[in-house]
Every structure is written in C-alpha cells, then in structure tokens.
C-alpha cells in the first residue's frame, strides 16, 4: 500500500465529527478541558482492566494465572506510558496557548507522514520560505485531520506552537522538522520573540514522537 492509499484509507476510517466547543480562535479553553477529559476517561476505562488482571495473581495465588497477570501488568504499563505522553502533550499546548494568539493561516501543504501519529505539513499566509513542520496530534489520534480550510495557529514557526482544527477541533503540537535548519531565524529574531519562545518551552526543541 502506497503512503497515499494509506492517507486515503485513514482519511476514510477518520470521520470528521464537529467539535463540541468553540474552533472559531476566539477561545482555547474549551478545547484544552476536551482533551485533557478525553485522555482521563481514556485512561480510566483501560487501566483498571489491565490493572484487575494483574492483582488477582496475588489475590489468588495461583501459578496458573501468571500468563493473564503478565498481560495486565505489560498492558497496564502501556496504558500509563501512553497516558503520561498524552498528558505532557496537552500541556505543552497549553503553555503555547497561553502565550501566543491565534491566528488564522491558509493553505496547509501536506508534506508527508511518520508512521501514522506523526505529520509533516507547511503553514501558508505568512512566511515566504516556511519550515516544514513536525506535528502531533494530542490525542495520538492516526491520519491526517481535515486541514482543507486551513487552521489556528498560535506561535512562531522556526520555534514552534500549537494549531487548532476549526470544526473538528483537533489540538496539533508542532516544531520544526529539521530543528538546526531553522537556527539563523531563531538566532536572529528580537529578544521578545525569543523571550516568548522561552515562556511557551518551544525555544528547544521538545521531545516528541
């Protein structure tokens, strides 16, 4: 299967379902509370299925039940770490909200996909030569969003920062691809831009996958 067949199969099995919140850019609030509810109610309807299945090893105290106990404590621990991330995600796009406004940028060039959580794209509207842009969604959802409009933008590309998907309201956390590609446009911006940068934590490069 091609990259583009897969986007395509994604596209499809991803069905845009307007967001129950503001996407307009007039406020971010709604959309943080959405994730960081989502990924709570994610991890307690799993954790304590994995968790159950670990226990009742030393509730019981039966050999015969170390195959299932192994499963619970492997998938519990899968559960917390992919909770965890998702939880350092939403935050780091929180700082980036609470420092930076929104602003609406069009088009979105596609450049491309890592696996199925990482995207590669370009913001138009502002930049003549912008960097290409690795991007996550917060909820490590796959496949691309419905970009086909455009989306908010708070930030400053050769840092980083967050966008919103308006309609569907997806949270993407994004810094350059290429991080060292971008360091004379950092190195050379004015000292508020950089101390902005320093205040949303994209004056580094995050760690993300």
Known sequence: MTPEERERVLTKLRKPVPAAYSTDGTDFDGALKYHYTTATKRFLKTFPVFFLLWVQLFVFRNTY???VALIGFFGGLFV????RERMALIRKCARVLRTYPLE????????????????YLRLGG???DAPTLRAKEALSRSGWPDLDAGVWFAGDEPFGGVALVPGTGELLFMQP???????KERESAAPDRKHRAARARIARPARFR
């Open 126 to 128: 502002r930049w003549e």
């Open 65 to 67: 039940l170390l195959p």
């Open 104 to 119: 609406f940028r069009t088009p979105v060039e596609k450049d491309g996909q890592y696996a199925s959580h990482t995207l």
């Open 80 to 83: 917390l770490l992919a909770f």
């Open 177 to 183: 691809k290429h991080w060292e590609d971008s360091a």
